[in-house]
């Protein structure tokens, strides 16, 4: 069973910072991409940062600037740096990995983990 963990979340005043954890039950260096997406109430999931195998990545206009997704092998862990975080944030953040499965790609999702900005 591929399991997705993350952890990190919590609330936070604006202006503050908090670093994000994906724990995978899988190799993530034989991983295609991974990323961080999240959900507001009410509001589509969008995609947050994400980072391919080659260690190219990719930032939500939004955050860009603020966060910063990292990678660690050896420790099947992707992170997700949030600093000079805002009330805009506030939202469940949901760990994605990406592998190439013997029929096409397959992504994995993590349970999510709630960040709340105050005010």
């Known amino acids: 069973q591929v399991q997705l963990v993350e952890s990190g979340g919590g609330l936070v005043q604006a202006g503050g910072s908090l670093r994000l954890s994906c724990a995978a039950s899988?190799?993530?260096?034989?991983?295609?991409?991974m990323g961080w997406y999240r959900q507001a109430p009410g509001k589509q999931r969008e995609l947050v940062a994400s980072i391919t195998s080659g260690g190219s990545t990719n930032y939500a206009d939004s955050v860009k600037g603020r966060f910063t997704i990292s990678r660690d092998n050896a420790k099947n862990t992707v992170y997700l740096q949030m600093n000079s975080l805002k009330p805009e944030d506030t939202a469940v953040y949901y760990c994605n990995v990406e592998k190439a499965g013997v029929i096409g790609k397959i992504n994995y999702w993590g349970p999510g983990t709630q960040v709340t900005v105050s005010s």
């Open positions: 899988i190799s993530i260096s034989r991983a295609n991409a």
